[in-house]
């Protein structure tokens, strides 16, 4: 939560007055920019770059175009279009900007914005599903808008593979009154490197839900943005990452409350193996004085199996209105619970698999809210993998 810093009075001044306590800097005053000179290149010793390994993502910063792609294969539901817009078109529909250099180098050399539309008052019986394969460690730029209509019901799913370094701009629309779920799902090999800007734009009334699967990637950096269009919105962000040796899998929430009575709720949950496994996971939520009446919490949880693995975990949270229904965060990072082993184990259940019990139950209460089968299924299976892994 934001700290109040007391500052010496002034003449004359009440010591228990406003005039007396100044605000750390506010998480709305971050720069956000379609300009890529409005960021210069980050050194690591920024806030919001402090925990990234920068030295590993220089071709990231670069201002210039590279010309690569991934390959890319849809499958769209019936009343589900595919098109394209420029860089122009796309900003003039009134997105939010970039809050970073490589969001800003993503969105200017991209080429294009892929655009996914589903119709209003479309009910999707199944998954939009949009897949992206590299083949090449060469750097890309991809941009993707998917606008779901007022009062439709949708789920897209978004999976990454392969080899490439990837900056990825995404924005998502969800139309008043709509419902809509987004899965990202990165599987990428150990050697790859990605970096994205998720934008949640959610509508009058509507419900919108981004859950993030990170299971592979050498750098992965994600950062989700919600923003609300009108009263009644509701956002909830949930998120799963499994880090072995070696990779370092960041995730960073920003949501910006700023419509009244609207509500979020966040709950990422991670597992770390092997010595310089590192996961980082920032949460901002921001309620601004016209977002009377909002509901809000957020919740991360980190399961550390062997030594030398480290996660990091900052929740924030910042208020500056006092008409609220709610709002609060928790953060915890701990070792593998022994007594649950003991108590398995005396039970007849052998060690690896009480282990896997163990892990399958911490990461339940997440998995089981994706409501995509065959996703927790693909999720569970991995999982139980990279356990198998680290025994061996």
């Known amino acids: 939560m934001s700290l109040l810093t007391p500052q010496r009075p002034g003449a004359g001044a009440h010591t228990h007055s406003a005039a007396t306590m100044v605000p750390d800097q506010s998480r709305a005053e971050r720069t956000a920019s379609f300009d890529v000179s409005a960021f210069p290149v980050p050194h690591g010793r920024e806030e919001e770059w402090r925990f990234t390994p920068v030295d590993r993502l220089g071709a990231f910063f670069r201002d210039e175009a590279t010309g690569a792609g991934l390959t890319w294969a849809e499958e769209l539901p019936a009343g589900v279009t595919l098109s394209t817009l420029s860089v122009e078109e796309w900003r003039a529909l009134g997105v939010p900007a970039p809050q970073d250099r490589a969001a800003a180098v993503a969105a200017a050399h991209s080429g294009g914005v892929a655009v996914v539309d589903v119709p209003a008052e479309a009910e999707l019986t199944e998954p939009v599903r949009i897949r992206l394969d590299g083949t090449d460690q060469g750097l890309v730029h991809g941009h993707l808008l998917v606008r779901v209509g007022r009062f439709a019901k949708a789920t897209v799913v978004l999976e990454h593979s392969g080899v490439a370094d990837y900056s990825e701009m995404l924005t998502v629309i969800a139309g008043d009154g709509s419902e ?213």
């Open 180 to 392: 809509v779920t987004l899965v990202t799902v990165q599987e990428w090999d150990d050697r790859s490197h990605h970096l994205a800007q998720h934008d949640v734009v959610v509508g009058r009334d509507a419900t919108a839900r981004h859950i993030a699967v990170t299971l592979g990637g050498g750098v992965v950096r994600l950062n989700t943005n919600a923003t609300y269009r009108g009263p009644g919105g509701s956002f909830e962000g949930l998120g799963v990452y499994f880090a072995d040796a070696g990779q370092h899998l960041e995730h960073r929430l920003f949501v910006d409350h700023e419509a009244p009575h609207c509500r979020s709720n966040v709950e990422y949950k991670g597992a770390l193996q092997g010595d310089t496994a590192r996961t980082v996971w920032i949460g901002d939520v921001l309620i601004r004085a016209a977002a009377e009446g909002t509901d809000t919490y957020e919740l991360n949880r980190n399961l550390l199996l062997t030594e030398g693995a480290r996660a990091d975990s900052v929740p924030n949270l910042e208020i500056e209105t006092g008409e609220i229904e709610g709002a609060g965060h928790a953060s915890a990072t701990g070792r593998f619970d022994d007594e649950q082993l003991f108590y398995l184990m005396a039970r007849g259940i052998p060690e690896p698999e009480a282990r896997r019990l163990v892990v399958r139950g911490f990461f339940a209460s997440v998995v089981g809210r994706i409501r995509v089968p065959e996703v927790e299924e693909r999720l569970m299976l991995a999982i139980e993998r990279e356990l198998a892994a680290g025994a061996a």
